[in-house]
């Protein structure tokens, strides 16, 4: 079974060129640990609403390149979906 762990990326800042978004970033999120480049964006709602291109700027103040997916810009806190596996071995 597979456990669904949502991590908040942080809010909506402003539109760049060609169409992209730039969040503000959670500076509680270490974004070296993990990677975060190409995963889904969700809303509070639960739509997805963009895809993540890159991260930017220092550990402190981090910004985030977003390719969206939906033609309305999106509203309060936005998360990454990520799916865990169960670790283990066979059962006797």
């Known amino acids: 079974m597979t456990k669904i762990r949502?991590?908040?990326i942080g809010e909506f800042y402003k539109d760049t060129l060609n169409?992209?978004?730039l969040l503000k970033g959670n500076p509680?999120?270490?974004?070296s640990s993990q990677e975060y480049t190409g995963k889904v964006l969700i809303d509070e709602?639960?739509?997805r609403v963009g895809k993540i291109l890159d991260v930017i700027g220092n550990v402190n103040e981090p910004y985030v390149l977003v390719?969206?997916?939906s033609n309305s810009?999106?509203?309060g806190k936005l998360y990454v979906e990520f799916k865990e596996k169960r670790?283990?071995?066979r059962r006797k």
């Open 6 to 8: 949502l991590v908040e």
């Open 19 to 21: 169409n992209k978004w």
């Open 28 to 31: 509680k999120v270490d974004f």
């Open 45 to 47: 709602k639960g739509n």
């Open 67 to 69: 390719m969206p997916i």
């Open 73 to 75: 810009k999106p509203e």
């Open 87 to 89: 670790k283990g071995g």
